[in-house]
């Protein structure tokens, strides 16, 4: 029963450790970002609420029918005074006046129920174009949520891929601290071995044991930075932050076919800034700004509209008189309403219209050209990036030369230790920076692509 018990311990222990690990590649670090954005799940419904709306706005072209029903109860006594009369009339030659036959007050009781049916439709003829305007300013709505969620979902995707290559890069870095450190233990027991047979000074050991010191130090601030970055990726993608991450992919310096074509372009060649989400924004919102003056003019234009129905009333007692309907009652009307004079107030909101339209105009201006400015500033980033991947590598070459080359002086007594020690110090810096080189590539990469509206 204890080994029972033991084992799915076990299986349970391996089975949390395997579900706590997972290999990640680019593209399904891309895809689990989206999926798990908090802010492209807010984006996708602001466009499916701006699509409600539109399809809201189109109802007003349609009629409208109601139906109302009321009922009452009515009780009282009423009473009717009438004037005096003289109503003289030649009887057989005698007059006679009715007059005074009839009461000055007559007093009628009611005591009755009753109900008021009825049945309309409204429609719309003419409402000085605010309902074509209004549909037209909910599509343009329903426009500028769609870019809104295209620039977040580009938004998304480059913190994703910039996390994942920020932990490709730290990662990198650990294992080359590890290399350094191999190189040191490997000097370490050449040193100690020639102490042994007196060639060498205990100073020299305690050389390379400080740059150890050194090396486990960056370890450590290394590891922390990875933990961090591993924490943040996992945040990202939606994953438990226990979960251990291993990269499936690795970094190719080769162009983007997107940026090989423009890396190499001429500066003062401008890209297509509609392909900016935020350029489209601002651009919607433009039209926006149009369509309001419209659907303030609208305001102040002759407004028509029919109404077609039918009511029927119930009968009404009225002391022994009842009062009845024989058929429902039929009712058309046309309304037309025509503003005539409101003493300026609809030129003046619609100069602050046109107002705001320019102001409008103006900022997209504005964007268009510090965004041209972003483009260039990334192109050229992209440019410096690719440079440096050249640069670093001959640097590294030239650093692992002059190692060995350090190495074999000093082994064979022609060099000094400090000398090995700076050539492994320059190696490490100029790995490092091959590293960085290559990472700031594909960020720069990156960067590009997005702010071309390519990503």
């Known amino acids: 029963m204890k080994r029972i018990f033991f084992n799915t311990v076990i299986a349970l222990n391996v089975f949390n450790l395997a579900a706590q690990q997972m290999n990640l590649s680019l593209e399904q670090c891309r895809d689990m970002a989206l999926k798990n954005s908090e802010d492209l799940k807010i984006s996708r419904y602001r466009v499916d609420m701006a699509t409600t709306e539109k399809r809201m706005a189109q109802t007003a072209y349609l009629p409208s029918f109601s139906a109302s029903a009321t009922y009452a109860y009515m009780h009282g006594d009423f009473d009717f005074r009438l004037p005096r009369m003289n109503l003289p009339v030649s009887m057989m030659g005698t007059e006679v006046d009715f007059g005074e036959m009839i009461p000055e007050k007559i007093n009628m009781d009611m005591n009755t129920d009753t109900y008021l049916i009825g049945a309309s439709l409204q429609q719309p003829v003419y409402a000085g174009g605010k ?26 995707i480059a913190n994703a891929e910039k996390a994942y290559w920020m932990y490709y890069s730290t990662m990198d870095k650990i294992n080359l601290l590890k290399q350094y450190e191999i190189l040191l233990d490997t000097l370490h027991r050449s040193v100690s071995a020639m102490i042994a047979v007196k060639m060498a000074t205990e100073n020299e050991l305690l050389k390379i044991t400080s740059r150890k010191s050194n090396i486990l130090y960056q370890m450590q601030k290394a590891k922390n930075g990875l933990e961090l970055c ?53 651009q919607k919102q433009v039209e926006l700004k149009e369509l309001n003056i419209k659907n303030i003019r609208g305001d102040y234009l002759p407004t028509v509209g029919i109404m077609a129905g039918y009511s029927y009333l119930g009968d009404m007692k009225l002391d022994n008189i009842t009062m009845r309907m024989n058929k429902p009652m039929p009712l058309v009307m046309l309304s037309v309403s025509i503003p005539i004079f409101h003493f300026g107030e609809g030129s003046r909101k619609i100069e602050s219209a046109r107002i705001a339209l320019h102001l409008q105009e103006e900022e997209l201006n504005k964007t268009g050209r510090l965004l041209e400015i972003e483009i260039q500033h990334a192109r050229r980033n992209l440019q410096d990036a690719r440079l440096l991947i050249a640069i670093s590598k001959t640097a590294l070459e030239e650093a692992a030369a002059n190692l060995t080359r350090s190495r074999d002086y000093y082994e064979t007594g022609m060099g000094a230790l400090l000398d090995v020690l700076d050539a492994q110090a320059q190696w490490q810096e100029a790995s490092s920076n091959a590293i960085d080189a290559r990472v700031q590539y594909k960020i720069s990469e990156l960067e590009y692509l997005r702010v071309c509206g390519n990503l």
């Open 230 to 282: 591993r924490m943040e990726l996992c945040r990202l993608i939606g994953v438990d932050f226990n979960t251990e991450i291993m990269l499936t992919d690795s970094i190719s310096i080769e162009p983007n076919p997107m940026t090989a074509s423009h890396i190499s372009h001429d500066p003062r060649v401008s890209r297509d800034l509609t392909l900016r989400p935020e350029y489209r924004m601002l």
């Open 131 to 156: 309902i074509v305007t209004a549909n037209r300013m909910a599509e343009k709505a329903r426009e500028l949520t769609e870019e809104n969620d295209r620039m977040t979902r580009m938004e998304v």
